[in-house]
């Protein structure tokens, strides 16, 4: 970050706020912290985590709204879910009006895999009458629980209700992941395209874009988007599965600096990547057992689609059935609608007889 | 982990890790790795540039980018910063200096890199470790710190609210170390043919008794018991004596004379059994040469080395081991001899004849120790 940079500039003025505050008001610190973690979000950089925690530490006896929803946010990023959960219920109790806090844990839910606790969150938004959160909290929570069509349709109303570029953004990104489970890659890619026509610097946008391309076979068109995005190690990852599959130069030393970082992270004590340590596993390292173990542990954490996936790739990679049993089960309760999913669930089920996985970016054939 | 490079900052290098896109983003860890031994202490400490400058600002023209130039010009304050927020202390703080700064790469970019020294206050007691790095900055920096105290090797990650280490001054390794001399000095009684012909020598008329110019054997066991604890304590205080003094170089002998009168002890000691001069208090004899012993033993423990941390307890592992292997001899010897000491066999056969021969093979070594001569023994 450039000195002379406006972000350079404003977290200068939110720090000498702070200063100035010397511990007596939380607020300035609450301003910083939140604006560190907008850019660990943006950019996947975890230090700036670790500086928000920090300028939060004064207040750890604080029970004020912002507060606690800060420090949920934190907490939540260090999976550290229930401590998450309790401080956003806090911040409800200090300020029954605070959407945001249920909408953060209507998310951690959702991640969770728990539809029932979710529905709770997402009608208090309702019933707060803040229907851009309602419907981004209801469309994830129908089409993760069985009813894609029905989740695509409250998405697209939320998107239809907002013209806040921050929340279109989130919503455009939805969209498409929720258009390419339906099968429908058109679609989908008209949203991931809107959203990153706006032009907001967002990580998990491009790593859901990339996702994408690489199960459209279009490895080349990752390469472009993921340029200058390496610090990052989920996106790193994606680089070196579509240079992998391109046979790039760059892709060993990818695939290198990623096995170091994943040893830097372990050495640390470091657990928040699992579900990226075992695409890495699977399909970099070729290592099915390794990644299976990942996966599995991942998969107790966070159980959304994707973590889904990704510890069924490696259940038929590793031929173990009863691996992937928590995701059949899942499969089976909220009857997710993603084909590849039931197929991959399918694939697992015939335990043994399965020769390996897809390898990434292949076309599967559709049942 | 990837090894690191290390670069010595003698050029001119641009370390932007700002402009460089294919570092990770990652928590901030620092790696802190030392070797406390006895009381000298050394290390390296491996800081990441950004977080130094996050700390204590480095970039000095404010163009994005830290040049080896800028960290170069702040040496004093990184170490001023960093040795300020590290505490080492056995019996008390130990000092702790920047010797040489150093630039290296790892994942997430480029290091400074802290070559410590220091000193502590003892060099035996258990090791207090407490880290403060960055922690009042950044909750989520780790410090993975690999420490080896006198050799046992420790690994800990060290976070806000866990920042502290206690080591235990190395219990295994004492022990290990203890064992290691007890084995050595079982091992030199056995293989040391002098000390145990002497021993012998002491011990064969232990069970006999000369009475009117002829050796008759002892009535009672518990007499020949006696004769022989008294024999082998006063050769064990003895040889403790010297060797303890000459291992902590007190008195210092040439190994010349000291084999020399080894070999002369052996030879005296056939010798009075064939011709009887000392007949009581043999035990006095025992004493007199296990002086001269303990030299002997000394100077296998000087090939050995004696750690200069742990040397009482070596010398004390040494010593005992010397007495099982002594043990073991008598506890072999005196039953047999005991049983046979009336028989023409033993006064014949193994008194006379044995201490003939001990006397010969004694009075050989003498003359190859004395005149420095190679005649028989390797």
């Given at each position: 970050m450039r000195p002379g940079d406006p972000t350079a500039r404003e977290l200068a003025g939110l720090r000498a706020a702070v200063a100035r505050a010397a511990g007596d008001d939380p607020l300035p610190a609450t301003e910083l912290a939140g604006r560190y973690f907008e850019l660990a979000m943006a950019r996947g950089d975890p230090r700036y985590i670790g500086y928000a925690d920090a300028v939060m530490s004064p207040f750890a006896g604080s029970r004020a709204a912002a507060v606690l929803a800060i420090r949920g946010k934190l907490r939540q990023y260090r999976h550290d879910f229930e401590g998450a959960l309790a401080d956003f219920a806090g911040a409800l109790e200090a300020?029954?009006?605070?959407?945001a806090a249920h909408a953060w844990r209507g998310a951690i839910h959702l991640v969770r895999a728990d539809y029932a606790a979710a529905r709770t969150e997402c009608d208090a938004l309702l019933a707060l009458d803040r229907p851009t959160l309602h419907g981004g909290c209801t469309g994830l929570l129908l089409a993760y629980s069985g009813r894609m069509e029905a989740g695509y349709a409250a998405l697209q109303r939320a998107l239809d209700g907002t013209r806040e570029a921050d929340n279109r953004l989130w919503l455009l990104t939805r969209l498409g992941e929720v258009a390419a489970w339906r099968g429908q890659p058109e679609a989908a890619e008209r949203h991931f395209r809107a959203a990153l026509a706006l032009g907001i610097e967002d990580g998990y946008l491009i790593a859901a874009w990339s996702d994408f391309l690489l199960d459209q076979q279009r490895p080349a068109e990752v390469v472009k988007a993921l340029?200058?995005?390496?610090?990052?190690d989920g996106l790193l990852l994606r680089l070196a599965i579509a240079g992998t599959a391109l046979k790039l130069p760059a892709a060993k030393a990818q695939v290198q600096a990623l096995a170091d970082r994943f040893a830097a992270a372990k050495a640390r004590g470091d657990t928040t990547h699992r579900a990226e340590e075992a695409r890495f596993q699977l399909h970099?390292?070729?290592?099915a057992p390794a990644a299976l173990a990942v996966a599995a542990i991942n998969y107790r954490e966070q159980r959304e689609p994707r973590d889904a996936r990704v510890l069924l790739e490696a259940a038929v990679a590793a031929k173990d059935a009863g691996a992937a049993q928590p995701v059949l089960d899942w499969l089976k309760a909220s009857?997710?609608?993603?084909a590849r999913l039931r197929q991959l669930g399918a694939m697992s089920a015939q335990a043994g007889s399965?020769?390996?996985?897809?390898?990434?970016?292949k076309p599967e054939a559709r049942p | 982990m990837k090894a690191p490079r290390i670069f010595l900052g003698l050029f001119a290098c641009l370390v932007a890790w700002a402009a460089a896109p294919a570092l990770a983003h990652k928590a901030s860890d620092s790696y802190l790795v030392l070797q406390v031994k006895g009381q000298e202490v050394a290390g390296q400490w491996d800081i990441a540039l950004r977080d130094i400058d996050f700390a204590v600002g480095l970039d000095a023209n404010g163009d994005g980018d830290i040049t080896w130039g800028e960290v170069k010009a702040r040496h004093a304050d990184i170490a001023t910063w960093a040795l300020g927020r590290l505490k080492l202390a056995r019996g008390g703080d130990c000092s702790l200096q920047v010797a040489e700064h150093l630039v290296d790469e790892h994942t997430d970019g480029a290091y400074a890199v802290l070559r410590l020294t220091g000193n502590c206050p003892s060099r035996t007691q258990d090791l207090a470790l407490d880290y403060r790095l960055l922690f009042d900055i950044d909750q989520l920096h780790r410090g993975l710190v690999r420490l080896e105290l006198d050799g046992v090797p420790h690994a800990s990650v060290l976070g806000p609210t866990s920042g502290a280490l206690n080591l235990k001054a190395g219990e295994t390794s004492r022990l290990a170390q203890f064992g290691q001399y007890l084995v050595e000095g079982v091992w030199h009684i056995w293989i040391g043919f002098d000390h145990i012909l002497f021993l012998l020598s002491l011990l064969l008329p232990a069970v006999l008794v000369h009475e009117a110019r002829r050796w008759t054997g002892v009535r009672s066991f518990r007499a020949a018991l006696v004769e022989v604890l008294w024999v082998v304590t006063a050769f064990t205080v003895a040889h403790s004596i010297t060797l303890s003094l000459a291992a902590m170089q007190v008195i210092e002998l040439p190994s010349r004379l000291v084999e020399s009168a080894i070999a002369a002890s052996v030879v005296l000691a056939a010798a009075n059994n064939l011709?009887?001069?000392?007949?009581?208090?043999?035990w006095l004899v025992a004493f007199g040469f296990g002086l001269i012993h303990g030299f002997g033993f000394a100077s296998v423990l000087a090939e050995l080395g004696l750690p200069a941390d742990a040397l009482v307890l070596s010398l004390l592992g040494f010593n005992v081991g010397v007495e099982l292997g002594q043990l073991a001899i008598v506890a072999s010897f005196l039953p047999v001899a005991f049983l046979l000491r009336s028989t023409p066999l033993y006064r014949r056969g193994i008194f006379v004849g044995g201490s003939a021969l001990t006397l010969l093979v004694s009075l050989v070594w003498l003359a190859e120790r004395a005149f420095d001569l190679k005649l028989i023994s390797a």
């Open positions: 300020d029954p009006q605070f959407a340029a200058g995005w390496e610090a990052s970099l390292a070729g290592n009857g997710f609608e993603d399965v020769a390996s996985a897809p390898p990434p970016g | 011709w009887p001069v000392v007949e009581r208090r043999r």
